[in-house]
DNA sequence: GGTAGTTGGTTTGATGTGCAAACCTAGGTG
DNA sequence: CACCTAGGTTTGCACATCAAACCAACTACC
């Protein structure tokens, strides 16, 4: 995907939600994580429609998302795993999981555990160290023609 | 929302993704963040339709993650704002900016600086202060009739 | 050896959602 | 008086989504 096919903002959050950005791919790379590798298992975790969910998990491994690998010879049978990029997708359920359990969902129905304790996830800097903080970020936009209040008109 | 109002498995992640699992909220949520506080702003830098962007702003509104006020009588003119639960969403705008840098758009559009340096996130656990590396994690499921395979059936 | 079950889907037909473009309201501007 | 701005709503059509039925190729049971 090129950043020119973006329509809006040129941005990486458009081109990430252009991949899984819908009601159910998440939601299946979930269960993938989870260890549920099997069509009729991630439809019924899910709850999705089995024709949108082979719509959405062939677009997953077309994206490289997904990998879909033969287990069984006659009948043939596949059965789906996550590639290094599915993997690179854990931080952004995490975030959603944590997010839910704060502000939409009151009980938590799942418990992460981090060597044996709860894990309550926090963000921060690999180069200084520090917890990222809201406050102490500032955005550069570096695609010309843009900024952060939206597209800079010539005669602007 | 309730955890029995989700289809499928009970959990957090179908919870977000019922309110903010759409094509156009998150990008709503980054322009709100970015400083774009109006409709027309919101329209033309997110790309979406009118109508698609009036109506996921209302259910935002009303799941409260956003906050609609007037700012000015005649005619009436009204602007949107982050809530708590708002501004709470920043860790999943990340993550999935960042696999989106990494896994989908080559060149990053927008660069984050942390205190001047370019950040790289990685997510730790504040509890042990060590960062949450995949193969650390366990996962308990709190809701009766499931675990990580799916529902469980009572006949074993 | 016939019937039912399993697995990984596809097809079908009704319904719902998404889209672009036009329209509306209420005022301001030249 | 015509046009512009802002924040939407309406319209008409296309496409996506859904639940349920169907299918193919086996296996298990009786």
């Given at each position: 995907?090129?950043?020119?096919?973006?329509?809006?903002?040129?941005?990486?959050?458009?081109?990430?939600?252009?991949?899984?950005?819908?009601?159910?791919?998440?939601?299946?790379?979930?269960?993938?994580?989870?260890?549920?590798?099997?069509?009729s298992d991630i439809v019924r975790n899910t709850g999705a429609?089995?024709?949108?969910?082979?719509?959405?998990?062939?677009?997953?491994?077309?994206?490289?998302?997904?990998?879909?690998?033969?287990?069984?010879?006659?009948?043939?049978?596949?059965?789906?795993?996550?590639?290094?990029?599915?993997?690179?997708?854990?931080?952004?359920?995490?975030?959603?999981?944590?997010?839910?359990?704060?502000?939409?969902?009151?009980?938590?129905?799942?418990?992460?555990?981090?060597?044996?304790?709860?894990?309550?996830?926090?963000?921060?800097?690999?180069?200084?160290?520090?917890?990222?903080?809201?406050?102490?970020?500032?955005?550069?936009?570096?695609?010309?023609?843009?900024d952060l209040a939206g597209p800079v008109t010539p005669d602007?």
């Amino acid at each position: 995907m090129s950043i020119a096919d973006i329509k809006g903002r040129p941005c990486s959050v458009a081109g990430a939600l252009a991949v899984v950005g819908d009601r159910w791919s998440l939601l299946a790379v979930r269960e993938v994580m989870f260890g549920n590798h099997r069509f009729s298992d991630i439809v019924r975790n899910t709850g999705a429609p089995r024709d949108r969910l082979a719509a959405r998990l062939k677009v997953l491994v077309e994206a490289g998302v997904l990998e879909r690998r033969q287990y069984q010879d006659s009948p043939p049978r596949w059965s789906y795993h996550l590639t290094a990029s599915g993997k690179a997708l854990s931080p952004v359920l995490e975030a959603l999981r944590q997010w839910g359990d704060e502000h939409v969902v009151r009980e938590p129905a799942l418990t992460l555990l981090h060597k044996g304790h709860e894990v309550r996830g926090a963000w921060y800097c690999e180069t200084c160290g520090e917890r990222v903080r809201g406050r102490d970020l500032e955005r550069r936009v570096n695609t010309p023609g843009w900024d952060l209040a939206g597209p800079v008109t010539p005669d602007g």
